[in-house]
């Protein structure tokens, strides 16, 4: 955010000559967590009038302070500064303000204005009421999961809802001002119930065209609602307008009950020949890593694994969160077990599902953390970003977010980046308080990360952290929203603004409603 002030002194001075204000120049204000910019006043005393001037500043716009107030000129200076600070949710625009000078001689004002103007990774005040949009969805027990924008700004949410047990997949869109698009459903959503039964949606992808590809879990048999119905395996593709798209699956729906127990996806991207990769979990008598491959219209791809799906098991549970189709259509596989301290597992596969034994992740050994990866990015030089969540403590109930970076090809960490390949992204009060909810790379390659507060009375608490292309941490810090946000996705849009979206509770409420908020490029 930054200011501009201008000004001369007022024609109502004492008849006897004494003194005069005068800024020399236009300060620039940005929001800034430890800064603060002067205002220098020139104080030009008139004979005889030798005395002290004590300067202050009325009608300063909300979240505009002075550091220090009064500021007094001794007799034998000409200048006094008064150290501005701009606060993350100062309004935006021009403000009348005055500088007052007080002495012996009497009272001298210099009429100014200030503009405030949007600063680096600060709230977008300008968006909603003080950053906040609360759209109006008009369902109950909304969840959000995931978040991804269209080219020209909309927003695509995500989740679920009704109660724990009836749940049904949601897909809300927004406007590009955070109001419910009212030509994609009713109040700008799409309520898909599958079989009756507990549907959840959990990631979501954008194709070229405008449709949508939502990847989850459905209580379903395959392919239908007849046979014996269990958590199964579920994508759905939607139309640019929000419709079951009905060349794709059943009817735009594809379930797939795993022989071995209940499972989900977790992720869900396409590849160059519109082939869907979802990535997910099957519980049996344990969990396993899968993998499946659907062709366009939505029938397992033959020519993938095993009849169109690779398991993974470890050892002990595993689980599969993320999954990135490279350039060349292979694929690299993210995800957690207890077979080993670390945690995480990374593996590269083929175009036709084989393991590629020549990328070999290694992860460091850990004892404190374990580590689950939720986000895997193409960077420059080959690289692969891998944001994670991690919990450590004797009862795991210590939480973080690590960067990981590492060669796309063969699995070497990247030992450039942070510190061997590694890199922490922590808000104040520090560590063991930072969930992952969301991340983004910007086009420069500085890496933006959401995290809540489970610990925060009332609710959780949005954390924001900004990371350079080489892992070197640039900021942190926790904006002061009104109410509890509890922050559940996050992504940074084509123009590099990071929004983040979630669930608001406002002061003295009880009940949770979605929230969506942006933030300026960094």
């Known amino acids: 955010m930054s200011a501009t002030l201008w000004g001369c002194s007022s024609d109502d001075k004492p008849s006897v000559p004494s003194y005069t204000l005068r800024a020399p120049s236009e300060p620039t204000l940005r929001f800034s967590l430890q800064n603060t910019t002067p205002l220098v006043i020139e104080v030009t005393r008139e004979v005889p009038f030798i005395g002290a001037v004590a300067l202050t500043v009325q009608g300063l716009p909300a979240h505009i302070k002075v550091e220090t107030s009064p500021v007094y000129v001794t007799e034998v200076e000409r200048t006094g500064t008064l150290q501005l600070r701009v606060e993350e949710l100062a309004p935006y625009g021009r403000f009348p303000i005055h500088v007052v000078g007080e002495s012996a001689a009497g009272r001298v004002e210099l009429d100014a204005m200030v503009e405030v103007q949007p600063g680096r990774a600060a709230a977008d005040v300008s968006f909603g009421t003080e950053g906040l949009v609360l759209p109006a969805l008009g369902l109950p027990s909304v969840n959000i999961r995931d978040m991804a924008v269209q080219p020209d700004g909309k927003w695509i949410l995500v989740g679920s809802t009704g109660a724990a047990g009836s749940r049904d997949v949601l897909v809300a869109r927004l406007l590009p001002d955070g109001t419910p698009d009212a030509s994609f459903g009713p109040q700008g959503t799409r309520v898909i119930d599958v079989c009756g039964g507990d549907d959840v949606g959990e990631s979501a992808t954008l194709l070229p065209d405008g449709r949508m590809v939502i990847a989850g879990s459905a209580v379903a048999d395959t392919n239908g609602c007849t046979a014996l119905k269990r958590q199964s395996l579920l994508l759905v593709r939607l139309t640019a307008s929000g419709a079951l798209d009905s060349t794709f699956g059943n009817a735009g729906v594809w379930t797939f009950q795993h022989t071995r127990g209940t499972s989900t996806l977790n992720s869900v991207a396409v590849d160059s020949q519109g082939r869907f990769v979802g990535a997910g979990t099957v519980n049996g008598t344990d969990s396993d890593q899968v993998m499946v ?38 694929l690299i596989l993210g995800g957690s077990t207890y077979a080993h301290a670390d945690g995480m597992t990374l593996r590269r596969y083929r175009v036709n599902g084989e393991r590629d034994l020549t990328f070999n992740f290694v992860p460091r050994a850990s004892s404190y953390a374990k580590y689950g990866p939720r986000k895997l990015y193409p960077v420059a030089g080959g ?13 795991g109930t210590d939480y973080g ?49 959401a995290t809540l507060d489970p610990s925060k009375v009332g609710g959780s608490e949005i954390g924001l952290v900004h990371i350079s292309a080489n892992g070197t941490k640039l900021r942190s810090h926790r904006p002061d929203l009104s109410g509890a946000q509890q922050p559940l996705a996050a992504v940074v849009d084509a ?9 608001h509770t406002a002061p003295g409420a009880s009940e949770a409603v979605p929230f969506v908020t942006r933030f300026w490029p960094y």
Do not use: C, W
Not at 299 to 306: K, V
Not at 383 to 395: I, M, N, Q, R
Not at 495 to 503: I, K, P, Y
């Open 293 to 330: 491959r659907l062709l366009p219209t939505g029938q397992l791809d033959p020519s993938f694994g095993t009849d169109g799906q690779v398991l993974e098991n470890y050892g002990q549970g595993d689980t599969a969160r993320a999954v990135l189709v490279l350039a060349d259509d292979s």
């Open 383 to 395: 690289k692969v970003l891998v944001v994670a969540g991690t919990s450590g403590g004797e009862h």
């Open 401 to 449: 977010v690590a960067l990981v970076e590492l060669d796309a090809t063969t699995g070497a960490l990247d030992t450039s980046f942070g510190s061997q390949g590694y890199q922490s992204a922590s808000t104040p009060p520090g560590y063991g308080r930072d969930m992952l909810a969301g991340s983004g790379v910007l086009a420069g390659g500085e890496i933006a990360v």
């Open 495 to 503: 123009e590099g603004f990071f929004r983040v979206a979630g669930l």
